[in-house]
């Protein structure tokens, strides 16, 4: 027995040195926030202040200077973030995650991003101001690399450090850019579903257009596999270690409907969630130079930024500016493709990708003049026909480094215009506002029409000389509003009005969020920043509503059991608001589930439908269908001696909807509050394996939001017990230029990217619950709540 309890204790001591050990050990990774530490290539002293919540704030004597350490202090609270994002574009992921990263890796090297960016750093002005700062941005950061902390994710990993270079933040740009498109996700099931059953099938999808009925005002002062490739894409995305952009918000209200007469800006651009999250905050002051940044990993100039002249931010456009095309192979010679000039060989690319703990993937990817074949980089795509992709980002010159410099040293609306004229990809919405009362929505983007017997929601001709004829547009003719004379603009990634009479294509979201935007910012001419900070999380649905008293008006409500009476009568009252204390969404969002599935799913098969419900166009089209009695898509394909009805489809899809909560959640239908099932994880690389979930990952958290509504908590309609949130805002961020530096922010998780830092989810909660935090800019205040760490030059 005395044996034994000495065995015990000895055991339980090793425990106890080795958790003291991992936890000694953990704390050594934090970041260092105060002290001084010596830099080489900076001319001079540079002071950061990491204020209460780490935000990095720069006081240098150059901008040189500036950025070098920028890059330090960026790479030490977010290296392997870094890693990641500058591995995807090229194909690189396998290095570190091994085979199962292939098939991502595969895809992306066939893309030709990884080429692209090489073709436009040679191109590019090694005189000019962004390469210079760009270079020092890379210095600082290849400095941390070399005598800074290795981040705990490279050692369980097994990865070796890398220095940076250019190339790399080319890339980093291109996979933000690809992220933004949505026709390889659409376009694919589209052709499909028209092969399939004809035109009859397409109509409620409003390809057309015919939906985007809150449109922006602008203001000048045969049946192939296709679906695989939808389905490929949409999988490679979701399943990727970076989160795609998906969408945003964001509104800048003129002078003259504020309470201050001063220009009041607000923007949440939606991605998916992650951890870290996905922006870096961090304010640059120079003497000739002041910028409060929103910076993504690896990456010198921010994307969204404001100081005390101007504020900028950005949406998703939602424009199409990838096409595909299905290719004709010589039927002798499958080495050519057909063109109106005769065949012509398809030139191939070689490139190689590393797999960790296996051998090296050598890929032959086969490109025509339209692009790479997608069949050789998905391998779950059956047809044979060859389809490539032709996206204007890797076919027109590319200049996103010099676009994103000039979008942060714009001196006037005037510059800050021509500058968004450098962004041929992605399309974005990118919103302006200024201490001079100026207020604009900008579009970028190399838009272009197509033959008018085009459609380009499909997959097109290669062969014929038509389908690829484009004819591109003059910038001037880019949607756009500056200082419109309703005095407010606004995005919410809905379609543009006609520009000459040419409704621009897309895969535009719904109305919404648009109509419940421009709905509040229409009658109120008193506009203050606590208002906005109200609006920016509102919860109510501009469209529910509508939604459930089209689909009530099919239930019998007399042949219902007590349930379905109660939530009946729930959904009778409900506002469309989504609130953690309403029962209603939950009920909602069950029937919208099973009505989809009832609908579509016979028709398209499990593979198929999940596809539909990862698109725009699904959101799109849901009012409409239920609304549209003659549909044909109400009948069920898998009877065939009855023609099913909207009225059996949604009756059906209502009791179900009821069934479904009183399996997961009991019989009291008043218990079933929305935040019981819906709630954000905000997921790690890493956490995803279950020993290391605790350690890395934030959440879970109970939110308010949903689908659609200016709060945008996204998730998929599912009949799951919860909906996981997984996109939403990426930051809330509001500037009053009555008093900006009282302007405020809040980041889904916290700025350091480092689980032992105390920043690495010390915003969480407030951002669960809408509260936000000031952007602080006063240098005094700053100095009072903030923690110094001296940048020396080395000798």
């Not at 096409?323 to 191939?348: A, C, H, M, R, W």
Request: aromatic share 12%; with cysteine.
């Amino acid at each position: 027995m005395k044996i034994l309890k000495k065995s015990l204790f000895i055991l339980f001591t090793f425990l106890i040195l080795i958790s003291i050990l991992i936890f000694a050990y953990t704390k050594y990774k934090k970041p260092i926030y105060e002290g001084e530490i010596a830099l080489q290539n900076i001319s001079k002293n540079t002071t950061v202040y990491f204020d209460d919540y780490g935000v990095p704030h720069i006081y240098a004597e150059t901008q040189k200077d500036a950025m070098t350490v920028l890059g330090y202090v960026h790479a030490q609270d977010r290296l392997w973030q870094m890693e990641l994002m500058r591995r995807i574009a090229p194909g690189r992921l396998s290095e570190i995650f091994g085979s199962k990263a292939l098939k991502n890796d595969a895809f992306f090297a066939g893309v030709g991003i990884d080429e692209n960016s090489e073709k436009a750093i040679a191109q590019l002005d090694k005189n000019s101001e962004a390469y210079k700062l760009a270079t020092a941005y890379l210095d600082g950061i290849n400095q941390f690399i070399e005598n800074g902390k290795t981040p705990l994710e490279f050692e369980l990993v097994g990865v070796k450090k890398e220095k940076y270079t250019l190339k790399d933040v080319y890339n980093i740009f291109g996979f933000m850019s690809f992220s933004f498109a949505m026709a390889q996700k659409t376009d694919p099931l589209l052709t499909d579903i028209r092969d399939k059953f004809g035109a009859e099938y397409l109509k409620d999808f409003g390809i057309d257009g015919s939906f985007g009925t809150t449109k922006l005002k602008n203001y000048k002062g045969k049946t192939s596999d296709y679906a695989e490739i939808s389905k490929s894409v949409a999988s490679l995305l979701d399943n990727s270690p970076i989160p795609p952009f998906i969408g945003s918000n964001s509104w800048v209200i003129g002078a003259q409907k504020t309470k201050s007469g001063k220009v009041i800006f607000a923007n949440d651009p939606h991605i998916g969630f992650s951890q870290p999250c996905t922006w870096y905050e961090a304010h640059i002051v120079t003497p000739d130079y002041e910028i409060y940044g929103y910076y993504l990993a690896g990456t010198p100039f921010p994307l969204l930024g404001h100081n005390r002249d101007y504020a900028y931010g950005l949406t998703m456009f939602e424009n199409d500016d990838l096409d595909l095309f299905q290719e004709e192979n010589n039927p002798n010679n499958e080495s050519q493709y057909k063109t109106v000039d005769g065949y012509k060989n398809y030139t191939i690319r070689k490139k190689i990708i590393k797999v960790k703990d296996s051998t090296s993937v050598t890929l032959n990817i086969k490109e025509s003049i339209h692009g790479p074949i997608m069949n050789d980089l998905l391998t779950t795509v059956k047809t044979k026909k060859p389809i490539a992709m032709s996206w204007i980002y890797t076919q027109e010159k590319n200049q996103i480094l010099d676009a994103v410099y000039s979008l942060c040293h714009s001196k006037n609306i005037e510059g800050f215009y021509k500058n968004v004229e450098l962004i041929h990809a992605p399309g974005l919405n990118i919103m302006y506002g200024d201490a001079q009362n100026n207020i604009a929505w900008i579009t970028s983007g190399k838009l272009y029409k197509l033959d008018p017997s085009v459609n380009p929601n499909f997959i097109l001709n290669g062969a014929n000389g038509i389908d690829d004829k484009k004819e591109f547009l003059p910038f001037s003719q880019n949607p756009s509003a500056i200082n419109p004379s309703w005095n407010y603009v606004y995005s919410a990634n809905n379609q543009p009005e006609a520009v000459d009479g040419y409704l621009y294509p897309g895969y535009y979201l719904p109305k919404d969020r648009a109509k419940r935007i421009d709905g509040l910012l229409a009658p109120k001419n008193n506009w203050t920043s606590t208002d906005v900070q109200k609006m920016i999380v509102d919860n109510t649905s501009s469209t529910s509503a509508n939604i459930v008293t089209s689909f009530l008006s099919q239930i019998d409500v007399n042949k219902a059991t007590s349930n379905e009476k109660k939530a009946y009568e729930i959904l009778e009252k409900w506002s469309g608001s989504n609130s953690e204390t309403d029962v209603a969404p939950t009920i909602y969002n069950k029937f919208i589930y099973h009505y989809l599935k009832n609908t579509f799913q016979d028709e398209l098969g499990e593979d198929d439908f999940a596809a539909l419900l990862s698109t725009h166009i699904l959101k799109q089209m849901i009012e409409p269908q239920i609304a549209n009695e003659t549909s044909v898509w109400w009948d069920d394909y898998a009877t065939k001696n009855h023609k099913e009805t909207r009225k059996e489809i949604l009756s059906k899809s209502f009791i179900e909807a009821i069934a479904s909560p009183e399996k997961q959640l009991g019989n009291n239908v008043s218990s079933w509050t929305w935040n019981k099932v819906h709630t954000l994880e905000h997921q790690h690389p890493l956490g995803k394996v279950a020993a290391l979930s605790g350690y890395f990952n934030v959440g879970p958290m109970e939110v308010s939001g949903s689908n659609e509504v200016i709060n945008n908590l996204a998730f998929t309609f599912s009949d799951k017990p919860v909906y996981e949130v997984k996109a939403g805002p990426s930051t809330r961020r509001i500037i009053d230029f009555s008093d900006v530096e009282n302007s405020v922010s809040i980041l889904p998780t916290g700025q350091s990217g480092v689980p032992s830092s105390k920043h690495y989810d010390d915003q969480a909660q407030m951002y669960a619950q809408g509260k936000f935090r000031k952007m602080k800019m006063n240098k005094q205040e700053i100095i009072k709540t903030s923690t110094k760490l001296l940048f020396i030059p080395k000798k």
